[in-house]
């Protein structure tokens, strides 16, 4: 389900914001970085180097992992993923208002 939705808001960000182009890469980033760093399907202690290391600051993984607190720890350890699922909604907000206003400067010009 989460896979689904992040999806649709690459697609949603690629028609609204990117120039042409940039469609695969960010494809790429959103489902085989972040399915394979998550950790969802196979635990973090499995995941090899490169996945392991960026587990601790991806976005799916900030996700899933107080999800995963809350269900078999009741919601011990839940804290700093929050703090992380917060920095990338500030990241992403101040991205999409950077982009708007760009956006604006562009139809405003014409």
Known sequence: M????????VRHFQLTFAEEGCEDVLLVDEILVDQSGAGCAIPVSFLPGFWHHIHSFWLGSAAME???SVIYFG??????HLL??????????GL???L???????????
């Not at 989460?2 to 808001?9: D, I, N, P, T």
């Not at 919601?75 to 700093?80: M, V, Y």
């Open 2 to 9: 989460l896979a689904g939705e992040r999806v649709h808001e």
């Open 66 to 68: 107080p999800i995963r």
């Open 75 to 80: 919601g011990n350890g839940a804290g700093p």
């Open 84 to 93: 992380v699922l917060g920095i990338w909604l500030v990241a992403a907000l």
């Open 96 to 98: 999409t208002g950077l």
């Open 100 to 110: 708007a206003s760009r956006q604006s400067k562009k139809t405003a010009a014409q």
